[in-house]
């Protein structure tokens, strides 16, 4: 079937302005993960769903930052008034299993670049 | 605080030389070990993984060393081809936390 799709694939934003990236997980994941990856360095964790409910949201970097995935599906990350320091491609994972024991297939990303 | 240290940064190979790429951690707690590969607009792909009850771990042409001692561990990639140039992430995470810790990653090129 298809892996995980993340989207859109590019976002300019203007400093100030609020975005919202989208994430498709693999059809029946449990669990879903958001990674921030800011160029030239390793992806860095920010949040954890297990179906619809949020156990794990210590690396958002602030209130700025919020995430959702109301049906257990589909999750979005939205920025708020981006700054500069938000630029990074933002990752998806997403894996079957709620203990953790399996693998996390991550999506494409997608490449914010804050003005 | 770094978690997962790794190096080298990056790392010139000529084809069908072996590529190392090392990692040391501190948490204890760690109890599983992967490899991700990455290419150029493209997520991180899981290449192999290692639990710390053992000491190599070998699929084709990747084998990883663990020392758990050490706290340290590698990547071996025998008879380095240019397809494997990409970035290689060296990772950590407790057996029943799901979020990945991720080394910075070693940049990979083989010399056709």
């Known amino acids: 079937g298809a892996g995980v799709s993340q989207s859109p694939r590019y976002k300019v934003a203007k400093r100030g302005q609020d975005v919202a990236l989208r994430c498709d997980p693999i059809s029946g994941h449990v669990s879903l993960f958001w990674y921030q990856q800011a160029l030239g360095q390793g992806p860095e964790f920010l949040t954890y769903?297990?179906?619809?409910?949020?156990?794990?949201k210590s690396g958002l970097p602030s209130d700025r930052f919020f995430a959702e995935r109301p049906e257990g599906s589909v999750s979005t990350l939205k920025i708020q008034r981006t700054q500069q320091e938000d630029s990074a491609v933002y990752l998806c994972?997403?894996?079957?299993?709620?203990?953790?024991?399996?693998?996390?297939?991550f999506g494409p990303g997608t490449r914010l670049t804050v003005l | 605080q770094q978690q997962v240290k790794q190096s080298p940064q990056s790392l010139i190979v000529q084809k069908g030389g072996i590529s190392i790429i090392n990692c040391a951690y501190e948490?204890?707690?760690?109890?599983?070990f992967p490899w991700y590969q990455q290419f150029p607009g493209k997520g991180p792909a899981l290449l192999i993984a290692i639990r710390p009850d053992v000491s190599e771990k070998k699929e084709g042409r990747f084998t990883i060393s663990f020392n758990k001692s050490a706290k340290q561990f590698s990547l071996h990639i025998m008879d380095s081809q240019p397809g494997d140039s990409a970035t290689y992430f060296c990772?950590?995470?407790?057996?029943?936390?799901?979020?990945?810790?991720f080394g910075k990653g070693t940049r990979l090129h083989i010399l056709p």
């Open positions: 990772a950590a995470r407790m057996n029943r936390d799901d979020k990945i810790i």
């Open positions: 769903f297990q179906n619809e409910a949020q156990l794990d």
């Open positions: 994972a997403s894996s079957s299993s709620g203990t953790g024991a399996n693998e996390q297939f």
């Open positions: 948490n204890t707690a760690f109890d599983y």
